[in-house]
């Protein structure tokens, strides 16, 4: 089914990008997660209808595909040139659809046109466009490990109680991955520090020393957004890491390692059961709807126990909650 799903993916990017409708840009995106799980070729708009998270109109477009090779929908978003430009510009970091529109009507219309015309870029869409080939690379699962290794041995220089994890598509145990997103937490730091520790400017101050990092992007005390890269040999990646607290950890562990359809059915599901849940915390929502203090987390088990659901491990997260 991958090549179902590469067209359905194509029309979530679109969706996303070109309408900014959410809602249908997951539909399609849930509905390629779900025939990527099956091991057999769909066949028909019914057989599609009746799998989890595939609508009626999805199966129609499906069905459409299956008896003519394309799709009326994705055919007409194509040959639009806008709309092809501004998915085109949208593959720069940094560039969002809203500046990809605003850079189409100054004339620019290429990836080619936008290198001649760098002085309406920041720094971050320098840096993405200057990279952009190496950017598109997937990333091997050995590889985020090694990088993983890297950050926690420093680290461990600054203080055994610093830990990393790498999050997002590598800790959901998928063989590659887009970026690499670290979370680093300190044993002693809590959300009502009045300051976080001024750990991140030292750390990739160290990482650069030691030439993991190239390119800074952003900078802040708890943010950093970068370029690294394993050895000459290796492309250049897009690195993240936040520093969060220990009491928001864990909550930030389950959002950061995602997927966005586990997450988006997460806090669904929080939400019936009168909670709210966010990268930092779960809180109980009280009869005035406004949520109370933080509940005590201490394992990402803690947050679907206080849900009431058993525990998913992260293999199983790259779908929405129950599929």
């Given at each position: ?34 025939l ?17 998270g ?14 003519t ?6 055919e ?12 085109e ?20 219309h ?5 290198r001649?015309?760098?002085?309406c ?32 041995d420093?680290?461990?220089q ?19 991955s887009?970026?690499?997103?670290l ?38 005390e ?17 690195i993240d ?9 864990f ?6 390692t ?33 949520p ?11 947050v ?9 491990e ?10």
């Amino acid at each position: 089914n991958r090549d179902i799903c590469e067209f359905l993916n194509e029309l979530a990017d679109y969706e996303k990008n070109i309408t900014r409708n959410v809602y249908k840009s997951n539909a399609y995106r849930k509905a390629a997660v779900t025939l990527e799980k099956l091991d057999k070729r769909v066949a028909s708009a019914e057989e599609a209808k009746a799998l989890p998270g595939i609508g009626a109109k999805i199966s129609q477009k499906i069905e459409e595909f299956l008896r003519t090779g394309k799709v009326a929908k994705l055919e007409k978003v194509r040959s639009d040139e806008s709309t092809s430009v501004i998915q085109e510009l949208t593959r720069i970091s940094g560039i969002g659809p809203a500046h990809a529109k605003s850079l189409y009507d100054r004339g620019i219309h290429s990836i080619e046109d936008l290198r001649q015309n760098q002085d309406c870029l920041t720094e971050h869409q320098k840096i993405g466009l200057r990279y952009l080939e190496d950017f598109e690379k997937r990333i091997p699962r050995e590889e985020v490990g090694l990088l993983e290794a890297r950050v926690i041995d420093t680290l461990q220089q600054f203080d055994k109680d610093y830990e990393a994890v790498a999050c997002g598509s590598y800790r959901r145990g998928l063989p590659t991955s887009g970026d690499i997103d670290l979370l680093v937490c300190h044993k002693s730091y809590r959300s009502t520090d009045t300051r976080p520790p001024k750990l991140l400017a030292r750390l990739v101050e160290r990482l650069r020393e030691t030439d993991l990092i190239t390119d800074v992007m952003s900078l802040g005390e708890t943010k950093f957004a970068g370029v690294c890269q394993l050895d000459s040999s290796k492309p250049h990646r897009r690195i993240d890491i936040r520093v969060l607290p220990q009491d928001q950890f864990f909550c930030g562990l389950l959002y950061f390692t995602g997927s966005d359809l586990f997450n988006q059915s997460m806090r669904a599901h929080a939400i019936q059961q009168n909670m709210k849940l966010s990268e930092y915390a779960l809180r109980p929502i009280g009869c005035t709807g406004v949520p109370g203090e933080p509940l005590p987390v201490t394992s990402e088990r803690d947050v679907f126990d206080w849900l009431g659901l058993p525990y998913w491990e992260p293999h199983k997260r790259n779908g929405p909650l129950g599929q």
